[in-house]
């Protein structure tokens, strides 16, 4: 006899009941001593807007710049964002730490807007500058009891694999509907960094 | 006697599978209990542990970079090295590492990769040879003096051997520029975990 579709309606429906109520523990969440320490660091800066927009910018700007900004500043920005790291783990201070994230958005998402194409020590410089204020308020940030090493480990791929997204976005710069695209692209990073300064002078 | 029939063989069939089911012995059936063997242990243990492996790869790409030449040098001299530092070891008492020497070798065969640092095979040897002797040296340390021990060893310098035949063949095989500047993008990865690194040792140094 064929089966009718209600027949083999039923029989899924028994399956998928089976499925449901034979329920073990997931062991979805890292426990104690496990890579916890890693895959915070991963986590931590992809968790906040204004660093995401930075990173990002500083891809998409290395793009438009073409060979050899668009490894130059990826190269440069951890480098010296985890010197402004070591800094905020050691306890020196750096004043004004929110304003410099917010003007290093607003100033990349200005660069990426009007295409601006400085000298590479110059566009190095800038980057590097604005990486000292986002590696210092992630030293500052770094929880306790973590493990030191794989955090940083996963803190650093996640940057240059943000640093990597932008350089990916920035590849359509070989079109002209690119060259607008990323342009307008350098306005949403400038309009998140206006926000983020108005967020700062108001706290 | 008449033969045994079908029904009248279930009990002796049952009472077997009870007497299997009442008699169960450890199932051993996972590493956590059996372990994976003292040569297997020193294998994992390299490739668990960041603070060894990190600055074995760098070295090896670094030596991938410079060339067949370098990267064969680096291939039997780093293991070499290692053996002879853990043996050296193994008879001495139980240290722990410094971070912050950790994190120098970092931030050394890092940056030099980022730069793809023009390296003689001399300097380069040196560097293999000491990096070999201090990782091999804390390693034998912590396993201290006992067959397992040195069977342990032995599996954790295959690993290195392994490490860094595979990097070294694939960076010397690269032929594409943005594969190579790719490398150096990972060396300075390194350097910058070992700038972090060196900020968690002296943060954790002053709070102690």
């Not at chain 1, 083999?8 to 449901?20: D, N, Q």
């Not at chain 1, 329920?23 to 890292?30: C, K, L, Q, R």
């Not at chain 2, 070999?132 to 032995?154: C, I, K, Q, V």
């Amino acid at each position: 006899m064929t089966p009718t579709p209600r027949h083999v309606l039923a029989r899924w429906s028994g399956v998928l009941a089976v499925i449901l109520f034979w329920t073990e523990s997931a062991f979805a969440h890292v426990q104690k001593g496990e890579a916890a320490g890693f895959l915070s660091g991963l986590k931590h800066p992809v968790s906040g807007l204004d660093h995401v927009l930075a990173m990002v910018a500083v891809g998409l700007w290395g793009a438009q710049l073409g060979a050899p900004a668009v490894w130059v500043l990826p190269v440069a920005f951890p480098m010296v964002m985890a010197f402004g790291g070591m800094l905020g783990l050691m306890g020196v201070p750096l004043p004004g730490i929110e304003y410099g994230i917010a003007a290093s958005a607003i100033l990349l998402g200005i660069a990426v807007m009007f295409e601006i194409r400085p000298p590479l020590a110059i566009a190095a410089f800038v980057v590097g500058i604005f990486a000292i204020f986002h590696g210092h308020a992630h030293g500052t940030e770094l929880p306790p009891g973590q493990s030191g090493l794989l955090y940083s480990m996963g803190f650093v791929i996640a940057t240059g694999c943000l640093h990597g997204v932008g350089i990916t976005i920035g590849t359509v710069h070989r079109w002209v509907w690119g060259q607008r695209l990323l342009r307008l692209a350098g306005g949403v990073v400038l309009a998140g960094g206006v926000y983020f300064m108005w967020k700062a002078i108001a706290a | 006697m008449s033969r045994p029939t079908h029904q009248s063989r279930i009990p002796i069939y049952a009472a077997v599978a009870f007497a299997f089911a009442m008699s169960p012995l450890t199932g051993h059936a996972h590493l956590n209990s059996t372990g994976m063997g003292p040569i297997y242990d020193g294998l994992m243990h390299f490739l668990m542990s960041p603070e060894d492996l990190v600055p074995v790869l760098a070295l090896a790409l670094l030596s991938g970079l410079r060339g067949a030449t370098f990267g064969r040098r680096t291939l039997f001299v780093l293991p070499g090295a290692w053996l002879l530092g853990g043996l050296a070891g193994l008879a001495a008492s139980a240290t722990n590492g410094n971070a912050v020497v950790s994190a120098v070798w970092f931030l050394l065969i890092g940056g030099l990769l980022a730069l793809d640092a023009k390296l003689s095979l001399r300097v380069t040897t040196a560097i293999a040879a000491f990096l070999g002797l201090y990782h091999g040296y804390l390693n034998g340390a912590g396993l201290g003096l006992s067959f397992p021990s040195a069977a342990a060893l032995l599996g954790l310098i295959f690993a290195v051997f392994v490490l860094v035949a595979l990097a070294a063949a694939f960076v010397i095989q690269l032929q594409a520029s943005w594969a190579r500047i790719a490398v150096r993008v990972v060396g300075s990865w390194i350097f910058a975990s070992g700038l972090l690194l060196m900020g968690w040792a002296v943060r954790s140094t002053a709070m102690r």
